[in-house]
């Protein structure tokens, strides 16, 4: 089946670094990806939607600048969390499906517990 | 506002008791899914249901998808500690692959 990677599983950053995270669809290529943040005991809160070679697009209330999207290949997108503070702290996840197949589930990662010292 | 809401928002129950989770919207879905995640990991698909009224049955979990496309239910039958988690409904929008997820349900099942 359909596998979604992403590392690092876990990271501890000090606050105002900036930190990368991966997104890698294995077995299928993903010409979109979804970003979403988890905060402790919340639900899963929809970021951004990654687009191979254009543009990410945003949901409402979420910084661009701060948190960057890069999908350069159709297996590949990366969250970059800038200047990160602890209010940046969660548990960050990707999701991703096989193009063209409609109705199909999305694939999740495993997620990225960001902890920023 | 919240698309989708689910409720309870926790549940603590013992082993062998049944229970029922609700997820709600004024909104109508062409689909709707229920996931259940654990601590650290991912959320893991459980179901889709598709056409209102839907009924589908896993195991110890059975699934309802609302006349109206707008609700669903989750009822788990004689409970088990194995099904502590969060479970979580979710539904595409406007025929996107943007997937919008429920507040949440977080359940404990002691021995």
């Known amino acids: 089946g359909a596998v979604v990677s992403q590392h690092p599983s876990r990271v501890i950053c000090k606050s105002g670094t900036s930190v990368k995270i991966e997104c890698r669809s294995l077995?299928?290529?993903?010409?979109?990806m979804f970003w979403y943040r988890q905060f402790p005991k919340q639900s899963l809160m929809l970021m951004a939607t990654s687009n191979e070679g254009s543009k990410a697009t945003y949901e409402q209330g979420v910084e661009k600048d701060k948190f960057l999207i890069n999908h350069a290949s159709l297996t590949l997108s990366t969250l970059t969390v800038t200047s990160a503070h602890p209010e940046d702290s969660s548990f960050y996840i990707c999701s991703a499906k096989p193009p063209g197949q409609y109705n199909s589930p999305l694939h999740f990662g495993n997620g990225t517990r960001l902890t920023v010292t | 506002t919240q698309l989708l809401e689910q409720s309870p928002q926790f549940l603590s129950i013992q082993e062998g008791e049944n229970l029922t989770v609700y997820c709600n919207s004024s909104?109508?879905?062409?689909?709707l899914q229920w996931y259940r995640q654990e601590p650290g990991e991912g959320p893991v698909l459980l179901v889709t249901v598709v056409t209102g009224g839907e009924v589908k049955k896993l195991k110890r979990l059975t699934f309802q998808f609302g006349d109206a496309r707008k609700d669903s239910s989750l009822h788990i039958t004689a409970a088990q500690p194995g099904d502590t988690g969060l479970y979580l409904c979710a539904a595409a929008l406007n025929n996107t692959d943007k997937l919008i997820f429920g507040t949440g349900t977080r359940l404990q099942v002691f021995p």
């Open positions: 077995d299928f290529q993903a010409t979109t």
């Open positions: 909104s109508v879905f062409s689909s």
